[in-house]
């Protein structure tokens, strides 16, 4: 088709994209320091270099998890291609536009779509699922962990022990705490450890997946789906179905 066909639409509002590419860049920075946590030991990372490493963690994951808030409010309240009923695979009609747009790929004849299409739907939920565990399994652990909000102060209160102003505990020591007491929440944090370095393999997967995706699309179809998420417009050969969707 020729180039004089395709037509500029307006797709993702400022506000999505602003949250992509904070999501991109902080979960790309807790990765590496995620990757440099776990591989401490090869590293020579012990005592204060680790408290650090986990600290800067923690506060690239606070922006983490503000950003994802707001999308996920952002969802309620944002533009028709922002909206859940743009995101979810679910919803009347959902079955039969994904098997469309499977046949559509098969034949050599692709549909294409202002927002997500249907099997992007599905790589997006499940990317918004981990990046929802994560954050919330962060959250814990900080607490745990080096005794930041919004758990910190309970987590000390519990384990300080008798006579120790849980205000004053440090992190990467045992010093002023009750062994029992810390033993019982090493325990309670565990599954949360667990859940959050599963997650995190999961998430490096399913980023790695949507890059790939992305770059298939742009190459086989065109449309601009990387510059899109910087300028905001998708350029397309022919009308996309979801166009006066509402």
Known sequence: MSSQNYQSYKAWDRTTRIFHWVNVLSLFTMIVLGLIILNGDNFGLEGEGKVFMKTVHVLVGYVFVINLAWRIIWAFIGTKSARW??????GKGYLSSLKA??????????????????????AVTLLLILCISQATTGLVIAG????????????????AAPGVDPS?????????????AYKEMRAFRSPYINLHVYGFYAI???VSVHILAVISAEVKQGG?????????????PKEPVDLDQG
Do not use: Q
């Not at 004053?168 to 029992?180: F, H, I, N, S, Y």
């Not at 601009?224 to 397309?236: P, R, Y």
């Open 204 to 206: 490096c997967v399913m």
């Open 85 to 90: 009923s743009s995101i979810l695979p679910i």
């Open 224 to 236: 601009g789906l990387i510059s899109a998420m910087i300028t905001g417009k998708k350029v397309l």
């Open 101 to 122: 747009f499977i046949a559509g790929e098969k034949s050599g004849k692709p549909l294409y779509y202002l927002g997500h299409n249907p099997l992007g739907r599905i």
């Open 168 to 180: 004053t505990l440090v992190a990467g020591t045992k010093d002023m705490v009750d062994p029992e």
């Open 144 to 159: 745990t962990d080096i005794y930041f909000p919004p758990f910190g102060a309970m987590i000390t209160e519990w384990i």
